[in-house]
């Protein structure tokens, strides 16, 4: 059973106007979600990440906004530029329980921002 | 430079011949992992470790072993290749992968088997 997802295999803007790509997630007990973005051809870069008791984190042109009574997360990113153009991975931890090093992740959406 | 260190970076292999992929991290990490990702089905986590000596499965254990001798170390093997195990391999570091910034991913290793 899935328990991260990301339900929209692509995504299309052109550039200067939001990106918004979303994630749900099943598990209740997730307590930290993470945003990840990957070129072809190179490992996945950590981009913005935020903890379950808050609703949102801004760093630049990134936001994610979290919300838990829905089981949701989305990451805004404005204005979006051509070099945004990758795939993004949302992904979750619980971390107790001995499940510290379990990071799972949704299978990704595939940004392509048009000039 | 802080970084994650794959290889080889690309291997065709035959069927059943065992290979190890290495990884090795040069930030002290104690956290280390291997993913998979796969056409549609995104990335997922093959085992993970916590320190030295203490590993445990993630979501597709099977047909793979892991080793951590080192802290920096942490080598992935397949005893007995198949076919289905042609994908495109991760390893990552972490000092606490569920914290601001998560895992830190090597550039890959793209394994197919015949």
């Known amino acids: 059973d899935q328990q991260v997802k990301q339900n929209s295999p692509s995504l299309s803007v052109q550039e200067g106007r939001i990106s918004i790509l979303n994630c749900d997630y099943t598990?209740?007990?997730?307590?930290?979600f993470l945003w990840y973005k990957k070129y072809p051809a190179e490992g996945p870069t950590f981009l913005i990440s935020i903890s379950s008791i808050k609703d949102k984190n801004e760093d630049g042109r990134f936001t994610v906004f979290l919300n838990k009574s829905a089981k949701h997360l989305s990451l805004h990113i404005v204005p979006s530029q051509p070099g945004d153009s990758a795939v993004y991975f949302c992904a979750a931890s619980r971390n107790y329980g001995g499940s510290q090093g379990n990071l799972i992740f949704g299978k990704g959406t595939k940004l392509s921002v048009k000039p | 430079e802080a970084q994650v260190t794959q290889n080889p970076r690309y291997l065709i292999t035959v069927t059943g011949k065992k290979l190890t992929v290495t990884c090795s991290q040069n930030m002290n990490h104690e956290y280390m992992s291997w993913y998979r990702q796969d056409p549609g089905l995104g990335l997922r986590q093959i085992y993970y470790s916590m320190n030295v000596e203490v590993t445990d499965k993630g979501d597709v254990p099977e047909g793979y072993k892991v080793s951590r001798k080192e802290k920096r170390n942490f080598p992935l093997i397949l005893e007995s290749p198949s076919p289905n195990q042609t994908s495109l391999y991760f390893c990552a570091s972490s000092l606490d992968p569920g914290r601001p910034y998560g895992y830190t991913f090597g550039s890959g290793t793209r394994l197919t088997v015949v």
């Open positions: 598990n209740s007990m997730f307590d930290y």
